[in-house]
């Protein structure tokens, strides 16, 4: 149930950085501040106009002949994925904590990169301690679960309860996390401050 919760909160914020989503479950936008043509493979126009035929009426030797139209609609799907994940990369590296939240995301399901526990939590890391809720969240999912990081229910409920005060719909993983802790862990948990919690391993 928790799991299915934290799926629900975390796609709901993965495109806030405006970048096209790499999941079939994720809301695809339009990029904000960025060139559209940095997105978008080539047109199927742009191709014909920068094809030999078309500049010298001369068709291209046999060596030369363009792929298939599917094995060209998949090399500008890959085209195009690697431009939004270079661009994606360009903008979490310059600090956009909803970029960070979402090359985490990526990470951590191996959409479109590798999938990698620890780079996922590198940069959850980085959106949470530049105060995105949803950063917060996916960490806290991190320490609960043992993922990328040691286990730690004490750090999950702090960092859960963090993203309360931002994102009240985490109020639902943080009640999950609350009943799993004793008193002692609980009143832990209340004491310590974010900053403190993200700098566990």
């Given at each position: 149930?928790?799991?299915?919760?934290?799926?629900?909160?975390?796609?709901?914020?993965?495109?806030?950085?405006?970048?096209?989503?790499?999941?079939?479950?994720?809301?695809?936008?339009?990029?904000?501040?960025?060139?559209?043509?940095?997105?978008?493979?080539?047109?199927?126009?742009?191709?014909?106009?920068?094809?030999?035929?078309?500049?010298?009426?001369?068709?291209?030797?046999?060596?030369?002949?363009?792929?298939?139209?599917?094995?060209?609609?998949?090399?500008?799907?890959?085209?195009?994925?690697?431009?939004?994940?270079?661009e994606l990369d360009r903008?979490?590296?310059?600090?956009?904590?909803?970029?960070?939240?979402?090359?985490?995301?990526?990470?951590?399901?191996?959409?479109?990169?590798?999938?990698?526990?620890?780079?996922?939590?590198?940069?959850?890391?980085?959106?949470?301690?530049?105060?995105?809720?949803?950063?917060?969240?996916?960490?806290?999912?991190?320490?609960?679960?043992?993922?990328?990081?040691?286990?730690?229910?004490?750090?999950?409920?702090?960092?859960?309860?963090?993203?309360?005060?931002?994102?009240?719909?985490?109020?639902?993983?943080?009640?999950?996390?609350?009943?799993?802790?004793?008193?002692?862990?609980?009143?832990?948990?209340?004491?310590?401050?974010?900053?403190?919690?993200?700098?566990?391993?």
């Amino acid at each position: 149930m928790m799991r299915k919760t934290l799926s629900i909160l975390i796609l709901a914020g993965c495109c806030a950085c405006g970048l096209p989503a790499m999941a079939d479950e994720m809301p695809v936008t339009e990029p904000a501040a960025v060139d559209e043509s940095l997105l978008l493979p080539p047109s199927l126009e742009e191709q014909a106009a920068a094809s030999p035929t078309a500049t010298t009426g001369v068709a291209a030797p046999d060596s030369e002949i363009p792929p298939a139209p599917a094995a060209t609609a998949i090399s500008q799907s890959k085209a195009a994925t690697v431009n939004i994940l270079q661009e994606l990369d360009r903008r979490a590296q310059a600090g956009d904590a909803a970029c960070q939240f979402q090359l985490g995301y990526l990470y951590a399901n191996g959409k479109g990169v590798r999938q990698d526990d620890r780079e996922a939590v590198h940069w959850y890391r980085q959106s949470a301690l530049n105060g995105y809720p949803d950063g917060l969240i996916a960490m806290a999912e991190a320490f609960d679960l043992g993922r990328g990081v040691s286990k730690n229910p004490i750090a999950a409920y702090a960092l859960a309860k963090a993203a309360v005060t931002t994102k009240p719909e985490a109020v639902v993983v943080a009640n999950q996390l609350k009943a799993k802790l004793s008193a002692d862990d609980l009143a832990a948990a209340e004491r310590m401050m974010v900053p403190d919690a993200l700098k566990l391993k």
